[in-house]
């Protein structure tokens, strides 16, 4: 995507200084409405936000992550956070049985919140995440905003929940925890048999294949692969509705300390039907101790792609980007719409957070005028539990 950081009152080039680039960075975006500091129903932006990043925030562009279950909390904070909620959302949250799934649906809402206050300039309270109705996708509607496109994926896992927003291609994003083992007593292959008929030939025989480690490496393999196809489905919107045997990704062990996917992360390939998608990229991370989160993002979201109220029947992409079998020479929609290669952070800033996870606390995603509340609250012990059966 070649379409850089363009303002009236900066213009960026490599021969800005870096400091200079930084303060009119800082100056510009908060004269921005959708980044009003001051104003206490909007969460300030946390530091991992600030600096260059700014231009990312401004385009639409965010990599975030929070770690909320390992989060102590008294009961009063979480009345706090549930208040903040709308009632239906409240009610969600507060059915799950186990308290791990009611923080992680928690979390999910704060950083739909905070992306789209972050973003959008939306007050905490305005926010509507809404579902579309075929496969219930989460989305806020952007269509009379400064970037009508702009779109977001969530995906939680284990201990973490993740939030990844593009401002105008689709984004679909997963996280797995490559160090998770079946309940049953069963062989790594024998549990990868419940999801043959979801891999290629060439995936499976990597699969059985694989290993530094035995058992170990074939399923953090599975989850690799595992991950880059859901995060392509959940990117154009159908979830497993899609014929997922038809993508194809390499079989690489990532190891057992995820060797580097630390910083940057990994950018890799994926191909549809013996034919690789240039017009797709997908980068993987880590997340500690043993998460893998990947996010694929893809061509500018057509009519077809973009949920709304005015199309929500119609949310899945069109056939002629789905279901024609690409054209070897250019990407799955026939034409040359790949996202351009990363260019480098001076000329374009918004390719930082691209890499870069930011990770935030509860409090990070906060209005600024909840946030003095959340620090008065004194902080007594984890939220009690339903039942001391919990995970």
């Known amino acids: 995507m070649k379409r850089l950081c363009q303002w009236s009152a900066i213009k960026l080039s490599k021969s800005t200084p870096k400091n200079l680039m930084e303060e009119n960075l800082h100056a510009t975006m908060h004269t921005e409405p959708s980044l009003a500091a001051s104003d206490p129903a909007l969460p300030p932006l946390p530091p991992g936000l600030q600096g260059r990043a700014l231009a990312a925030v401004h385009e639409g562009v965010l990599r975030l992550g929070m770690r909320i279950v390992a989060e102590q909390l008294s009961p009063d904070q979480w009345n706090l956070l549930i208040q903040l909620l709308s009632e239906s959302e409240g009610g969600k949250v507060q059915r799950y049985y186990h308290d791990k799934d009611r923080r992680l649906a928690l979390g999910s809402i704060l950083l739909q919140r905070a992306a789209t206050s972050w973003v959008l300039g939306k007050r905490f309270s305005d926010i509507n995440i809404e579902r579309t109705r075929t496969y219930n996708k989460p989305y806020v509607n952007a269509k009379d905003s400064r970037l009508p496109q702009w779109n977001y994926n969530v995906s939680h896992h284990g201990e973490w929940v993740v939030l990844a927003s593009e401002p105008f291609h689709a984004v ?3 996280l797995v925890d490559v160090g998770d083992r079946p309940f049953e007593a069963m062989t790594a292959l024998e549990y990868l048999e419940h999801f043959k008929r979801h891999l290629t030939p060439a995936e499976w025989q990597g699969l059985r294949s694989v290993g530094r480690d035995g058992e170990a490496s074939q399923y ?4 690799r692969v595992w991950a880059m196809k859901e995060a392509y489905v959940k990117a154009i919107g159908v979830g497993l509705s899609f014929p997922v045997r038809r993508l194809e990704c390499s079989v690489v062990d990532v190891g057992a300390d995820l060797t580097g996917m630390e910083a940057d992360g990994v950018e890799e390939e994926l191909m549809m039907d013996g034919y690789i998608m240039t017009d797709w990229r997908l980068r993987l991370v880590s997340l500690p101790p043993s998460y893998l989160w990947c ?13 709304s109220p005015d199309n929500v029947r119609h949310c899945a992409p069109c056939s002629a980007c789905l279901y024609a079998p690409p054209s070897p020479s250019k990407g799955i929609c026939g034409t040359s719409t790949a996202i351009a290669t990363a260019t480098p952070a001076s000329s374009a800033p918004h390719d930082i957070l691209r890499k870069k996870v930011c990770v935030l606390t509860i409090r990070d995603c906060l209005p600024l005028g909840v946030q003095a509340q959340w620090d008065a609250l004194s902080l007594v012990g984890p939220i009690a539990n339903r039942s001391s059966n919990t995970g």
């Open 295 to 307: 996010t694929a993002v893809g061509p500018k979201p057509t009519a077809h792609h973009l949920p």
């Open 172 to 174: 679909g994003t997963d």
């Open 220 to 223: 953090r393999a599975f989850y």
